[in-house]
């Protein structure tokens, strides 16, 4: 197993696609109430949006679209989402 082959690995590319925009997405709400630019808020943990359930949740689709809502799979991702 090299690197390229994680890199092909569309249920972990979706999740941290989606940890990367909600972590994004934390700057321009905090500009609108706030009136000033935080670029910390991108690496830190908590508020609004939630990075860590954007990651499970987005994992959890993706891994039912990929191998079917009724792999156990897709049981263990979503028992996980819903912890989170």
Sequence with gaps: MN???VLQN???LTGLASWILAQALKIPIDVIQNRHW???LFFAAGGMPSSHS???T?????VGLQYGFENP???VAMALAMIV
């Design 3 to 5: 690197l390229g082959d």
């Design 10 to 12: 569309h249920v972990l």
């Design 38 to 40: 935080n670029w910390a």
């Design 54 to 56: 954007a990651l499970v």
């Design 58 to 62: 987005s994992t959890a689709a993706a």
């Design 73 to 75: 799979l897709f049981g």
